[in-house]
């Protein structure tokens, strides 16, 4: 998985072992992000503390697309969150999670992407 946060680039990497039993299915698949308090506050002209809002997006990375960029990689899920709040935030993923295990080949990993602002600080889990 690439976890892109501005400029920079974190990357993780994830085991999915498909099942012996053909009976068995995925039922969900989640991935957790917990977002820590921020280093910085957006502060205003007049001195007050704004709550921007902060949008991260899972892709899942396709063959044939860059695991870099949105373009041609498949939306998984959408969250939207005040920069300054602190917590977990969790993205729905069973899609990604069935297409590796149908075929491993295809497990190219994850993007997330984060919108102004570029203060941020997570850490995945």
């Known amino acids: 998985m690439v976890l892109l946060v501005s ?3 974190l990357r993780f990497f994830f085991n999915v072992t498909p099942s012996d039993s053909a ?4 039922l969900q698949a989640e991935f957790h ?3 820590l308090k921020p280093k910085h506050r957006f502060v205003d002209k007049l001195g007050d503390a704004k709550s921007h809002l902060l949008e991260v997006r899972v892709y899942q990375a396709l063959p ?3 695991a870099l960029k949105e373009e041609g ?3 998984l899920d959408v969250r939207r969150m005040t920069y300054n709040s602190v917590g977990w935030e969790v993205f729905y993923v069973k899609e990604a999670a069935e297409d ?3 075929n491993p080949a295809t497990n190219l990993g994850q993007t997330r992407t984060y919108a102004e602002p570029f203060f941020f600080r997570a850490a995945c889990g």
């Open 7 to 9: 400029e920079s680039q």
């Open 23 to 26: 009976k068995e299915q995925v």
């Open 33 to 35: 992000l917990f977002k």
């Open 64 to 66: 044939g697309a860059s």
């Open 73 to 75: 990689n498949r939306l």
């Open 100 to 102: 590796w295990i149908r």
